[in-house]
């Protein structure tokens, strides 16, 4: 197929364009600076630079492609406005979905989150489960959903929603803390480490996204795609350092503490268009149940992911290694 992957200078899009390319796909890659896009190019992707806020770049990156995979997004920035949030996250999936529409594009794949589902109080949670976004991020990636799904049948376009769970694999820098503090036997837990953890090796999402993309009964459906296995914090941490060879970090800290200090830290610098040095987001990792269902993905896209966790550490372990990140 002809397909466009919007967010391929990121972690997962990167992942995601190089490999449908490799496997015969005629790739465009939707990217704001092309001079950081130098290894998509070199994989044989085509390049269409633009901002997801411009319709017109929008409707030229659109042209002759049959399936869009919509990745990019602002993730966590502290110090980003909420407007600029919505305008990236919710508002411009719209756009992007007119557009394809007018450019004769039959599917957009949608990448939304979990994390729309919030702490989850009764796991593992499926597609239905209650909305409890808990930031700015989340909300706007519900909001996007719900954009998402109204643009699609108001332009006649296909529209599928992924809701990933945690991504790690070679290159990730979201898990790399944990990683690194395991392995360099520097980590300290928040709170007992008894809340649910579930991950999703990022070949295994590659193709959830490529089974959204090509089974047709997925049209207008919502899936969470996540990995084999769940976990709790302890057994997470543990794993990661029996792969490691060294000792399961012991040392537990009480959370709150740590969670005032970091809503002051968003208080000063928030309003200065600073990232703060702590953030709550960053203690809820260690506050915040995720434990998800993927029989829906399992019946209807025949997703079956493969990478169990101890495979999925040890070769993100090994590449953080080698590139000397650990």
Same mark, same amino acid.
């Given at each position: ?83 600029? *949030?919505? =305008?990236?996250?919710? +508002? ?5 979905? &007119? !557009?394809?529409?007018? $450019? %004769? /594009?039959?599917? @957009? ?27 700015? *991020?989340? =909300?706007?990636?519900? +909001? ?5 799904? &109204? !643009?699609?049948?108001? $332009? %006649? /376009?296909?529209? @599928? ?46 193709? %959830? ?118």
């Amino acid at each position: 197929m002809r397909v466009l992957v919007t967010g391929a200078t990121g972690f997962t899009g990167g992942h995601l364009a190089r490999t449908l390319a490799a496997g015969g796909d005629g790739v465009r890659a939707f990217v704001r600076d092309p001079a950081r896009a130098g290894d998509l190019a070199r994989s044989g992707i085509e390049l269409a630079a633009g901002d997801l806020r411009d319709r017109r770049a929008l409707e030229r990156a659109a042209t002759g492609v049959e399936v869009v995979y919509n990745v990019a997004a602002i993730y966590r920035d502290a110090g980003g406005a909420p407007a600029e *949030y919505r =305008a990236v996250n919710a +508002e411009s999936v719209a756009h992007l979905i &007119e !557009a394809a529409a007018g $450019a %004769g /594009v039959r599917r @957009v794949v949608h990448c939304s989150t979990v994390g729309v589902h919030g702490d989850v109080e009764h796991p593992p949670a499926g597609e239905n489960a209650p909305f409890r976004p808990g930031d700015i *991020y989340q =909300a706007t990636k519900l +909001e996007g959903e719900q954009l998402a799904r &109204e !643009a699609g049948q108001r $332009a %006649g /376009v296909e529209v @599928v929603i992924a809701r990933p769970t945690g991504i790690y694999g070679p290159g990730d820098r979201r898990l790399l803390k944990l990683f690194r503090g395991v392995a360099r036997r520097r980590w300290i837990t928040l709170g007992r480490g008894e809340i649910y953890y579930h991950l999703t090796y990022i070949d295994d999402l590659v193709e %959830g996204f490529r089974l959204c993309a090509t089974v047709p009964g997925a049209a207008g459906r919502t899936y969470i795609l996540a990995g084999p296995e769940v976990t709790t914090l302890n057994d997470l941490v543990a794993l990661v350092a029996e792969v490691a060879n060294v000792p399961v970090p012991r040392r537990h800290l009480p959370v709150w503490p740590f969670w005032i200090a970091g809503a002051a830290c968003e208080a000063v610098c928030v309003p200065l268009r600073l990232d703060p040095p702590l953030h709550r987001r960053r203690v809820d990792f260690f506050t915040k149940s995720r434990a998800f269902d993927i029989s829906r993905a399992r019946a209807e896209l025949g997703y079956a992911p493969a990478t169990m966790l101890r495979d999925g550490i040890g070769r993100t372990l090994a590449w953080y290694r080698a590139a000397g990140w650990v």
